[in-house]
């Protein structure tokens, strides 16, 4: 069993930044494909980024491409999603996600283990 604990999210303005982190339980976190999904009302859930446990690889959305970055610290167990010239349409919960030996490229229904998501809210 994996548990993923996701922090950082907020009320930010347009144009501005924020760092999500998410925590993971669990021995074999480096042998973990780690992602990032959003869910905003009424939608649903997305891919945003995501991370490989070799490599590593990262892969991103096309609406993010170039704004966010996705990074992973093994040592702590840890995957970041850095979020920079940040839109209202980026305003989501957003949630982490794990595929232990999993791949990165996976689409959301097959990650086996999601975190509760954190609220992200983008200002105009």
């Known amino acids: 069993q994996v548990q993923l604990a996701e922090s950082g999210g907020g009320l930010v303005q347009a144009g501005g930044s924020l760092r999500l982190s998410c925590e993971a339980s669990g021995r074999a976190f480096s042998r973990y494909a780690m992602g990032w999904f959003r869910q905003a009302p009424g939608k649903d859930r997305e891919f945003v980024a995501a991370?490989?446990?070799?490599?590593?690889?990262?892969k991103y959305a096309d609406s993010v491409q170039g704004r966010f970055a996705i990074s992973r610290d093994d040592r702590k167990s840890m995957v970041y999603l850095q979020m920079n010239s940040l839109k209202p349409e980026d305003t989501a919960v957003y949630y982490c996600?794990?595929?232990?030996?999993?791949?990165?490229?996976?689409?959301?229904?097959?990650?086996?283990?999601w975190g509760q998501g954190t609220q992200v809210t983008v200002s105009s």
């Open positions: 996600a794990a595929d232990p030996y999993g791949s990165y490229d996976n689409p959301a229904r097959a990650w086996e283990y």
């Open positions: 991370i490989s446990w070799t490599g590593p690889i990262r």
